[in-house]
C-alpha cells in the first residue's frame, strides 16, 4: 500500500534521474552529477517507506539530508517533495505540537530553497508555495483528527459493548438471587411443615390411626404444593422457549387464609387479624406480604417449639400498610445460623418496594417480625 501511495512520486523523481542521465555527460559527471543525484534521491525516497511506523524520524532524517543539500549548493529537486510527505506523515500521526514543528521546518526550508534559487526572490511566488505547503499540513491535521474521532468511536462501541455485557451479568446475577429467595420461601416453608406433620404422624400412628392418616394425607397435599411451585419458577430457567405446561401465578393476599390454614394444619395455632379497608395493591407488593407473612410462619414452626401460637395482624392505614407477625415461642433463644437466607430476603423483598423490616424478640418471650410497605402512589411510585 505505501508502494503504491508513493508510485506517482517515485515516478517523477525517475523521471529526473533519466534526464539527467541521457544528459549530455550527465553519467560522467562529478557532483553534483547523476550519480550524487541517485545517491540524494535514495536518502530521501527509502526512509518514506518507514513514516508510519516512525514518522518522527523519517521527517528528520529527510529535513537533515535537504538541509545538507542546500548547503552543499545542490538546487532543490522532486525528491525533495519528501520533505512535505514527512511532515504530512507527522501531522496525520502525532500529537499537535510535533504537527505545528514539522510545518515550520517545512517553511523554513522553503524560504531556504527560495533564497539559494534567486536573488529577487518574488513575494506572490513564494506566498504561493507556502500555501501549498500549510495545506498538506492542514490535511494531516484534519486526517490525524479524523483519526482520533474514529478510534473515539470504536472505544465508546468497546465500552458500550462491555457495559451491556456488565449489566447483562448483572441482571443474570439478580435473577438468580430472585429466584434463590423464591426456592428458599417454597422449600423452607413447605418442607418445615411436612416435617411438623411427619412428626405428629409418627407419634400419632399407634395411638390415633386416624389423625395419623390425616396428616399423611397433609403431607401428601403440601408435597404436591411444593413441586407445583417449585416447577413454576424453575420454568423461567427453560432457554428453549417451548412451554409444554400451564404455570399457577403467583402466590397473592388472596391466598393468605390458605397459607394461615395450611399453617394450622400443621400443629401451629394462628390467628390473622385485618384492619382497615384493604387496598388494592400491586401484584409484587401481593406477593412481598406473602413471602414475609410465609416466612415468619416457617420460623415460628421450626423455632417456636411445641407450645408455640402465633399471630398475624395487617393494618391498611392512608400510605401504608403495617403488618405483624408475632408468636410466644422460644424462637427468641434459639441461635442464629449463618448464611441464613430468611430474615435477609424479607428485607429485601420490603426494601424494594421502599418498605422495611424488623426482627427482634419480644419482651416477655417470643418473637416478632413487623413490616412497614407504602401504599397508593407512593408505592407504586417506589416499585416503578
Not at 96 to 120: C, H, I, K
Not at 287 to 299: D, G, K, M, S
Request: charged fraction near 20%.
Amino acid at each position: 500500500m505505501d508502494a503504491l501511495w508513493l508510485a506517482p512520486f517515485m515516478l517523477a523523481c525517475l523521471g529526473t534521474l533519466f534526464m539527467i542521465f541521457f544528459s549530455p555527460g550527465g553519467h560522467q559527471s562529478g557532483l553534483p552529477g547523476f550519480w550524487a543525484y541517485l545517491v540524494i534521491g535514495l536518502v530521501l525516497v527509502g526512509p518514506l517507506f518507514w513514516r508510519r511506523s516512525r514518522p518522527l524520524a523519517v521527517f528528520a532524517i529527510v529535513s537533515v539530508v535537504s538541509f545538507g543539500q542546500w548547503l552543499a549548493g545542490v538546487d532543490p529537486l522532486p525528491f525533495n517533495v519528501a520533505v512535505l510527505i514527512a511532515m504530512y506523515a507527522v501531522a496525520s500521526l502525532r500529537s499537535f505540537r510535533w504537527a505545528v514543528a514539522a510545518g515550520l521546518v517545512a517553511e523554513l526550508g522553503l524560504a531556504l530553497s527560495f533564497g539559494r534559487m534567486t536573488t529577487d526572490p518574488d513575494p506572490a511566488t513564494f506566498a504561493s508555495a507556502s500555501v501549498f505547503v500549510v495545506a498538506i499540513w492542514i490535511a494531516g491535521i484534519y486526517a490525524n483528527t479524523r483519526r482520533r474521532y474514529l478510534e473515539s468511536l470504536e472505544e465508546r462501541a468497546e465500552r458500550a459493548e462491555h457495559e451491556r455485557d456488565q449489566q447483562a451479568r448483572l441482571a443474570a446475577a439478580a435473577e438468580r438471587a430472585r429466584i434463590a429467595r423464591e426456592l428458599h420461601d417454597v422449600v423452607a416453608h413447605n418442607v418445615s411443615v411436612i416435617i411438623v406433620q411427619a412428626d405428629g404422624a409418627s407419634y400419632a400412628i399407634d395411638s390415633d390411626p386416624e389423625q395419623a392418616r390425616m396428616a399423611m394425607q397433609a403431607i401428601a397435599a403440601t408435597g404436591r404444593q411444593a413441586l407445583a411451585e417449585m416447577r413454576r419458577m424453575v420454568g423461567v430457567l427453560r432457554t428453549d422457549g417451548v412451554a409444554v405446561e400451564e404455570y399457577a401465578p403467583q402466590p397473592s393476599l388472596s391466598q393468605l387464609d390458605e397459607l394461615v390454614a395450611q399453617v394450622r394444619s400443621s400443629g401451629l395455632p394462628v390467628d390473622l387479624r385485618v384492619v382497615g379497608v384493604p387496598q388494592e395493591l400491586p401484584e409484587g407488593e401481593q406477593l412481598t406480604v406473602y413471602r414475609i407473612v410465609q416466612e415468619a410462619l416457617t420460623n415460628t414452626l421450626k423455632h417456636g417449639g411445641p407450645d408455640a401460637s402465633a399471630t398475624v395482624e395487617m393494618e391498611y392505614g392512608l400510605r401504608e400498610l403495617f403488618l405483624r407477625v408475632t408468636d410466644d415461642g422460644r424462637g427468641a433463644a434459639v441461635p442464629g445460623r449463618p448464611g441464613g437466607h430468611g430474615l435477609v430476603g424479607m428485607r429485601e423483598r420490603a426494601a424494594m418496594f421502599g418498605g422495611s423490616i424488623e426482627a427482634r424478640p419480644r419482651m416477655g418471650g417470643g418473637f416478632q417480625v413487623i413490616a412497614r410497605l407504602p401504599i397508593g402512589e407512593t408505592g407504586r411510585s417506589r416499585a416503578a
